[in-house]
């Protein structure tokens, strides 16, 4: 990545996250929706020299920093352009959520690829899609596990970070977008991905 693009894409996560933390609707929910960001950009950080990664799966990342930031600002329930969408299509909740979980299988799917590929992990295309899906549903169903085990802990103050919304299948459905959000990336930018891999290994 130029320094001109790490430029950019350091303003608008910082920009994003600075916004996100001013008045959030529920502290607890802004720390635990951030909190992923956070942690993804120390790694990287400490990645970028012996690890660097394409412009694509860097580009991405920033894509699910920001949906998370905007999650952790308003809570997943209460984002107002999907509270309109709601209202103007007579749904009967705000799905937010859902687009965060179907990135939740959109990203990591490209993350995943990258370093399977990269590190000669698995040789097989059929097979690297496979795992590559598998590993986007294990992280959707930790994060579930990690909804839960926060629930327990903080009882009723966790309902914004779950943002069931009344839902009974709402965990199901959940994973149920990673999945589809692992297969629409693996089918829409294997190719372009593929490309920038070989222009990042050349050197």
């Known amino acids: 990545m130029s320094n001109s693009l790490r430029t950019l894409w350091l303003f608008i996560f910082f920009t994003t996250l600075v916004w996100s933390g001013i008045h959030p609707k529920d502290s607890l929910t802004w720390l635990l929706e951030v909190l992923p960001a956070l942690v993804g950009f120390v790694v990287l950080v400490a990645t ?108 009723d103050s966790a309902e914004a970070f779950l943002g069931t919304q009344g839902y009974v299948w709402d965990t199901q459905s959940d994973m149920m977008y990673a999945l589809v959000g692992a297969i629409v990336a693996l089918a829409l930018l294997s190719k372009v991905h593929d490309r920038q891999i070989k222009r990042v290994t050349r050197f």
């Open 48 to 155: 970028r020299r012996n690890f660097p990664l394409t412009g694509l799966t860097y580009l991405l990342i920033l894509l699910h920093c920001v949906i998370l930031m905007v999650g952790g600002h308003y809570t997943y329930a209460e984002v107002p352009l999907f509270d309109w969408i709601r209202d103007w299509f007579e749904l009967e909740r705000n799905n937010y959520d859902k687009v965060g979980h179907f990135i939740q299988g959109f990203v990591p799917a490209i993350i995943a690829r990258e370093i399977l590929i990269r590190n000669a992990i698995i040789s097989g295309r059929g097979w690297l899609s496979f795992i590559v899906v598998c590993i986007c549903l294990a992280i959707s169903a930790f994060y579930e596990l990690l909804e839960w085990w926060v629930a327990i802990m903080t009882g």
